[in-house]
């Protein structure tokens, strides 16, 4: 089925560990995202990717690394877990500003 | 610079019943503007989306939306509501297409629940 898979759906982390949310598309969309949602905030932008080998900042990216060494996978890091980062994460493609595509999320716990 | 104001966090409805979600926009140029739902766990998923083609536009499961510009508004409505509309909706606007901004605008989120 043609969308954008996150994995993990769960994880539950120790405050100061690492880890890496993966988000791969089969659409072959240029541009791919990586959103927080926390309660009364809606979605905020972390970081994003116009293309292969490019990534920029978004609204909220301190904390946070990405990569983009494929054109299908967007990769979102947490090299030092704080408990502010307990959020829902979510990652988006599109083709254009009309053609989002959101992933399921991953429900990330900072203890 | 651009902004989406949703006016109610909570809506209630009873199954049948019309819903009414209001979102108000803020822009210096006519937006595009679109409706997205979230159900519990999953993500989110495109309503409607106006592009500026008309002002009223149909999107899916029997959802529209009305784009005033005189009222700034861009209200989701649907004539009878069912137990599976229970969700969180979002009024969203795209990015401006200048520079490499490449961010939604989304507002707070409404959760609507349907009572039977």
């Known amino acids: 089925n043609a969308g954008v898979t996150q994995t993990p759906k769960f994880r539950v982390l120790k405050t100061g560990q690492s880890m890496t949310l993966l988000c791969a598309q089969d659409m072959n969309h240029e541009y791919m995202y990586w959103y927080r949602q926390d309660p009364g905030m809606g979605l905020r932008l972390i970081h994003y990717s116009v293309g292969e080998g490019t990534t920029a900042k978004g609204e909220v990216p301190d904390g946070y690394n990405v990569s983009r060494l494929k054109k299908q996978n967007f990769l979102l890091g947490l090299e030092s877990a704080a408990p502010s980062q307990t959020s829902v994460y979510f990652c988006?493609?599109?083709?254009?500003?009309?053609?989002?595509?959101f992933g399921s999320g991953t429900r990330l716990t900072v203890v | 610079a651009q902004s989406v104001t949703q006016l109610d966090s909570h809506v209630s409805v009873s199954e049948g019943t019309p819903v009414l979600l209001r979102c108000n926009y803020s822009?210096?140029?006519?937006?595009?503007l679109f409706w997205y739902v979230q159900h519990p766990n999953k993500g989110l998923q495109l309503l409607l989306k106006?592009?500026?083609?008309?002002?009223l536009v149909k999107g899916i499961n029997g959802f529209e939306a009305e784009f005033k510009k005189s009222e700034t508004s861009f209200h989701l409505t649907k004539p009878s509501a069912h137990m599976s509309d229970a969700a969180e909706y979002f009024c969203v606007a795209p990015p401006i297409s200048s520079g490499s901004a490449r961010q939604l605008t989304f507002g707070s989120g409404t959760q609507l629940t349907v009572l039977p």
């Open positions: 106006y592009t500026s083609a008309a002002t």
């Open positions: 988006a493609s599109s083709y254009s500003e009309a053609g989002y595509t």
């Open positions: 822009s210096s140029y006519s937006p595009s």
